[in-house]
């Protein structure tokens, strides 16, 4: 970077707290980029990391197999909804994505239809930085511009207007369903993130919509790929955003808190259907192996973390923190440069008037003792699920003292 704005350097962090090397110590209402659900060195997960360490960190995942990726396996085939019976293990969410593109071409240049080859994703959209996902992220705010010549050219639908509570209209399916009536025969897929857009503007919408792209998808022969990478895992209330709607994806993707935040897995999942459908191809099985595939280090941690999660009552967690967020959000509604105030499960959003300069809120936010990341006009939380009500209450009274300091 040429100019970058100020790093501060973290030297631990436990629970909810990030200590700073300067001797501060801030709440994360960030969770490390929604990952680390469980808060930080959790005495569960650092012990099922240290376990798998004295037996191996890592070996090739060709010829090889290993328990803790086959556990793993099994665990996302029996909680994932029902049909997605096999599993991709991927590097990051963005490798899972670029996955989920390709299991999708593959499945259609097996079947012969090889004009299958556009995919159909929503505005306001993010699924990643690498090429075909950031191919098919928000056309506008994910950089099309920038690369368009190197970039392949899909097709967008517009944002989902009605919110996730509000009622229903099909109106707001209507551009959705007249593209993929007119161009169904060069649609591969459609992607989504299901009833949250995050990065892409933290927008919850309604699961009617969700019920009826699955429904076009079925009538057009298209496939449907859910993005679970940031909802995964319990942050909207469900264990999986596509449950709101009761609806199962043909291909869905998870990362972020699979591990609970510890590091780096995702996973590609998909149906019987498309995955016997590659493999009757020339090919013969889908045709990508990353080195680093089923790491057995990141598996462990990965089992752990979903069976702490599973072993608590985590939908009431998240749902006291749904409660709590509602509550302390409240008071942003009266500031000036407040546009709107929304919470879903263990997401709460300030969407600003004007974007914020995130270099100098960035200072005011640590100052008072916190952790948040805004970018453009949102300033949002997506804490770990374990934050008490003492310290969502504190994490508010920082994000408060700031906003209502620079609005007045
Ligand atoms: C919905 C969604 N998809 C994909 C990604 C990309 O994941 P990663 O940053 O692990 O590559 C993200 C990251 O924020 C995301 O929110």
């Known amino acids: 970077m040429t100019q970058p704005i100020p790093a501060y350097e973290v030297v631990s962090a436990e629970g909810?707290?990030?200590?700073?090397?300067?001797?501060?110590?801030?709440?994360?209402?960030?969770?490390?980029w929604w990952c680390a659900i469980h808060g930080y060195n959790h005495p569960v997960l650092n012990s099922a990391a240290q376990q798998q360490l004295e037996k191996m960190s890592h070996v090739m995942f060709g010829g090889i197999t290993h328990q803790p990726a086959v556990e793993l396996c099994e665990k996302l085939v029996a909680l994932t909804p029902k049909g997605l019976d096999k599993v991709f293990l991927a590097d990051s969410g963005s490798v899972?994505?670029?996955?989920?593109?390709?299991?999708?071409?593959?499945y259609w240049i097996s079947q012969g239809?090889?004009?299958?080859?556009?995919?159909?994703?929503?505005?306001?959209?993010?699924?990643?930085?690498?090429?075909a996902a950031m191919s098919v992220c928000d056309p506008v705010n994910g950089m099309h511009h920038l690369f368009e010549q190197v970039m392949p050219a899909h097709l967008f639908a517009p944002?989902?207007?009605?919110?996730?509570?509000?009622p229903w209209d099909n109106r707001d399916i209507a551009e959705f369903k007249s593209i993929i009536e007119a161009n169904h025969q060069q649609l591969a897929a459609v992607i989504l993130e299901p009833i949250v857009q995050g990065?892409?503007?933290?927008?919850?919408?309604?699961?009617?919509?969700?019920?009826?792209?699955?429904?076009?998808?079925?009538?057009?022969?298209v496939l449907l790929i859910a993005d679970e990478i940031a909802t995964g895992?319990?942050?909207?209330?469900?264990?999986?955003?596509?449950?709101?709607?009761?609806?199962?994806?043909?291909?869905?993707?998870?990362?972020?808190?699979?591990?609970?935040?510890?590091?780096?897995?995702?996973?590609?999942?998909?149906?019987?259907?498309?995955?016997?459908?590659?493999?009757?191809?020339?090919?013969?099985?889908?045709?990508?192996?990353?080195?680093?595939?089923?790491n057995p280090l990141a598996c462990a941690v990965a089992n752990a973390s979903i069976d702490l999660l599973l072993s608590q009552d985590w939908a009431a967690e998240v749902k006291r923190l749904e409660n709590q967020l509602r509550v302390?959000?409240?008071?942003?509604?009266?500031?000036p440069a407040v546009a709107d105030i929304r919470a879903l499960g263990a997401i709460g959003v300030i969407e600003m008037q004007e974007p914020v300069n995130v270099a100098e809120i960035q200072k005011k936010f640590v100052d008072q003792g916190v952790w948040v990341r805004p970018f453009g006009?949102?300033?949002?939380?997506m804490p770990p699920y374990i934050t008490s009500q003492s310290e969502l209450t504190r994490l508010f009274r920082g994000i408060y003292h700031v906003l209502s300091e620079d609005t007045d």
């Open 199 to 221: 990065t892409g503007g933290m927008r919850f919408y309604s699961p009617n919509y969700l019920k009826q792209v699955r429904e076009l998808c079925d009538q057009y022969n």
């Open 113 to 131: 239809q090889t004009h299958k080859n556009k995919l159909l994703a929503l505005r306001g959209g993010y699924h990643g930085d690498t090429f």
């Open 233 to 294: 895992f319990g942050r909207t209330g469900k264990l999986f955003a596509c449950e709101w709607a009761q609806i199962a994806p043909d291909i869905m993707c998870l990362g972020k808190a699979l591990t609970g935040g510890y590091m780096t897995l995702a996973a590609t999942l998909c149906s019987d259907r498309v995955s016997r459908g590659i493999c009757e191809g020339e090919a013969g099985c889908f045709m990508h192996g990353p080195t680093f595939m089923g």
């Open 328 to 335: 302390e959000l409240e008071p942003f509604a009266q500031l």
């Open 159 to 166: 944002i989902p207007q009605i919110a996730f509570d509000q």
């Open 16 to 32: 909810v707290n990030l200590h700073l090397a300067d001797g501060r110590v801030l709440i994360d209402g960030m969770a490390s």
């Open 96 to 106: 899972s994505v670029e996955v989920a593109i390709k299991m999708a071409f593959q």
């Open 377 to 381: 006009k949102l300033v949002y939380v």
